[in-house]
């Protein structure tokens, strides 16, 4: 089993819509949980943290379930420049690793 | 405030070549990390550091791949010899392991192809 797991997607979307993505952990004893954009042919950046008590920046929500070992991100009224494949990362701290999920590809479409 | 600079961006080579890729992390950050992705696989952490020491190389995939780290603003990851199979993007992050809310950031990468 892979230690994070994320459907790849595609998903295709109509602009405005809204879409959520889920990813699931296997390490119960990860502590920091984050959402990544990567564009195409490009580096992946920070999208956002996940805390415990679920965090929301703009048209985005993130939320940690720790019981069930995952992890979700919501886009409301989705743009096209939203197109990207988000990766789920985990952070186990005391072994310094970031361990990236595969990606989930959205394309949202005019 | 620089980033995490790599260098080659990009490198065509024939197989049995020699590559070696460089990084520059972000200053200030004691850990550096180099990932390789592939369609196929991802991203896949292959060593990190930690105060410039080697922690954890177990995801290296042979013993062509080696990496160092002889001082805290520079690393190097090297292929000797290097296969098609080899070819892809190569990632080096940096982050300041401080605790539970710090991040990593990733360089532009390096595109290795193989031929």
């Known amino acids: 089993r892979k230690e994070v797991e994320q459907d790849p997607g595609p998903f295709n979307v109509p602009e405005g819509a809204t879409v959520a993505f889920n990813c699931t952990y296997s390490n119960s004893a990860s502590q920091s949980f984050f959402w990544y954009r990567q564009d195409c042919r490009k580096e992946p950046k920070l999208l956002m943290s996940v805390y415990s008590s679920g965090n929301e920046d703009g048209r985005f929500t993130a939320q940690l379930n720790r019981a069930s070992q995952y992890i979700s991100l919501l886009i409301r009224d989705s743009k096209l420049s939203d197109s990207a494949t988000y990766l789920c990362v985990v952070y186990t701290s005391g072994t310094y690793k970031y361990i990236f999920g595969t990606g989930t590809r959205l394309k949202v479409l005019a | 405030d620089a980033g995490v600079i790599q260098s080659p961006r990009h490198e065509v080579t024939e197989m049995g070549q020699e590559v070696t890729l460089r990084c520059k992390p972000i200053s200030g950050h004691n850990s550096l990390f180099w990932y390789r992705q592939t369609m196929m696989r991802g991203l896949e952490l292959l060593i990190y550091f930690n105060n410039n020491v080697p922690i954890d190389d177990s995801g290296m995939p042979e013993d062509r791949f080696s990496a160092k780290m002889p001082n805290a603003s520079f690393s190097t990851l090297k292929i000797q010899p290097s296969e098609p199979r080899d070819s892809a993007v190569y990632f080096c992050?940096?982050?300041?392991?401080?605790?539970?809310?710090?991040?990593?950031?990733f360089g532009e990468g390096s595109w290795l192809t193989v031929v």
């Open positions: 992050a940096s982050s300041l392991a401080r605790g539970p809310r710090n991040t990593i950031y």
